[in-house]
DNA sequence: GGCCGTTATTCATAAACAAGCATAACGGTG
DNA sequence: CACCGTTATGCTTGTTTATGAATAACGGCC
């Protein structure tokens, strides 16, 4: 027997970050465009690009700062509010696992 | 800005039970049926004996007794194993909210 | 034995969701 | 000005998931 748990961010009921945006965030940071990052996590560019922007849109929050076209095509950076919304949700979500696992292990001991 | 989270069991890697059989198993207990436990939570007969029947399969573990004929047709009652695993899920659950509610009252308040 | 309401199960259909294709627009660069 | 790689977006296709219809079996009850 095992556990495993979900955790993300709502606004006015709707999701607006998670484990696949943070993720999604990091490899956009590292490499500077949504593409590369869509295609290093082995999802479509196309979702990676909504769920950026459906994000953007519920939080009214910009987090990437994107150039279409110019040097190598363009590409895309995260917003300062990206980065604080990475880290407090890192924090937020790597605290509430470890809460849940004791949890877990003193009800469901062996 | 507000948070939400599940939590489930899972046994060799497969989901065995989380709040949807939680809430399914205790209106059968107070209805005596998995129809009308069903019909309640507004959710197709089909669906809530499937995930019975598979839960009992993951689990290896009788959560019905289930009479089909006789009196008002039949009906399913609750083993021990199914209410002491109740018991356990539901103290895991609300420590487990309870943790995840203060983390996010840590990182996100206001 | 017929009736009733339940468990048990299959199968066809519908709905939700993800993936992929096709294009347009953009702006450096050669 | 053509090229390139990127953002931006709609549309089609496919895949998984849920829903509902249909049917069988059961056993007490009148």
Redesign the pocket.
């Known amino acids: 027997m095992n556990f495993r748990f979900k955790v993300w961010l709502e606004q006015d009921g709707q999701p607006v970050f998670g484990d696949g945006l943070l993720y999604l965030l990091r490899f956009?940071r590292q490499y500077?465009?949504?593409?590369?990052?869509?295609e290093e996590m082995?999802?479509?560019?196309?979702?990676a690009?909504?769920n950026?922007?459906k994000a953007e849109a519920r939080l009214g929050v910009t987090l990437?700062v994107?150039?279409?076209?110019?040097?190598?095509?363009?590409?895309?950076q995260l917003t300062p509010e990206a980065e604080e919304l990475i880290n407090s949700y890192k924090s937020f979500r790597s605290e509430a696992e470890a809460a849940v696992k004791k949890s877990f292990a003193k009800y469901f001991r062996q």
Chains 1, 2 share one sequence.
């Open positions: 956009i500077g465009s949504i593409r590369r990052a869509a082995r999802m479509s560019y196309r979702q690009w909504g950026v922007k990437l994107k150039q279409v076209g110019g040097e190598s095509g363009g590409g895309a």
